[in-house]
């Protein structure tokens, strides 16, 4: 009913630029909170950045100053520009959004992760 596809994911040099884009489809209501985790092998998946529907962000301290995350709630979808991206930045990244679903009887709050894209920097 409701799918989460991100793009934007590949390989840069270090000192590079990425832009990963998250949309969602389906019975949406309305979304609420959108973010962005990624995980690395053998580390567990972590937030880098979360955004409200206002516009209020917050961000991982190891991106502070270097992630832009923003968000266009006519086209459901978040954005996270990544700049100054550096080996350590290297992970599957995932988009995660809080979605109010619409069904015939009413209307549901869910979670939902998209399938991850990789991002890959290289020293």
């Known amino acids: 009913q409701v799918q989460l596809v991100e793009s934007g994911g590949g390989l840069v040099q270090a000192g590079g630029s990425l832009r990963l884009s998250c949309a969602a489809s389906?019975?949406?209501?309305?979304?609420?909170?959108m973010g962005w985790y990624r995980q690395s092998p053998g580390k567990q998946r972590e937030l880098v950045a979360v955004?409200?529907?206002?516009?209020?962000?917050n961000y991982a301290d190891s991106v502070k100053g270097r992630f832009t995350i923003s968000r266009d709630n006519a086209k459901n979808t978040v954005y996270l520009q990544m700049n100054s991206l550096k080996p350590e930045d290297t992970a599957v990244y995932y988009c995660n959004a809080d979605i109010g679903v619409r069904h015939w009887y009413g209307t549901t709050a869910n979670n939902y992760w998209g399938q991850g894209t990789q991002v890959t920097v290289s020293s």
């Open positions: 389906g019975s949406i209501a309305s979304i609420a909170n």
């Open positions: 955004i409200t529907r206002g516009g209020n962000t």
